[in-house]
């Protein structure tokens, strides 16, 4: 990767893809991804890579993220029309936390499981703004700070610590209110969506599984199994 230093592209990788492609703009009726869809996305490594697989508990199929010092994303890049489809919604649960880290620092920039969006701002390749919302080890939940590696990446902690371990947890998210809030803009459309589970930096072992992941007109949350 000349030119790239890891770390950054780490970051906000999809911003280094994204130039690659053209896609359409979703058309209004719900848009939601089912983990044999997600994991037959592109995989980008980043150090080594992430188990990804679909499995199936108590008749529920859920896509399963096992990283073991390991960092790599299943990635989408479709623009995605927010005035249409303007929530993110999805259900996760995680196996545990990384304890003693520092998740400001550049040393601590692993997270048990995030699902993060993308939005071009321009047209090289760096140009781009992403949130990131992360399933937290030590920041409090709610809190939201840049990342170690780029200001152009925000991450918003949306759980925090071990309180709801190996619970199922529901999120639904207003994008344009997240990027409002952490960029003070409002786009009309995104241009990719990513999740991973990571513990490169930290040198951990972390499992997350994801299920009912997609966009939205309505601000319900999903069911969870």
Known sequence: MSGVSYPMIKS????????????????????????????????????????Y???EREGTQLLQASAQQQASAKYLE????????PYLHWCWQVSGIYKGLDETQKSGDDYPARVYVARKTGLLPWQVESVNYVWASS???GADWPN??????????????KARVGEWVAEVRDIRGDYQRLFGSSPDSIDGLALMSDGDNTGGNATAWFTQLGFSASPEPPDCP
């Open 53 to 55: 697989r679909v499995i």
């Open 139 to 141: 920041q409090p939940a």
């Open 148 to 161: 170690a590696f780029t200001s152009r990446a925000q991450l918003l902690a949306l759980q925090s610590g």
């Open 12 to 51: 906000f990788y999809p911003c280094c893809l994204m130039m690659l492609l053209a896609a359409p703009v979703i058309a209004a009726d719900d848009l939601n991804f089912s983990p044999d869809e997600i994991n037959a996305w592109p995989t980008r490594s980043f150090e080594g890579e992430t188990g």
């Open 78 to 85: 479709r623009e995605i029309d927010l005035g249409k489809t």
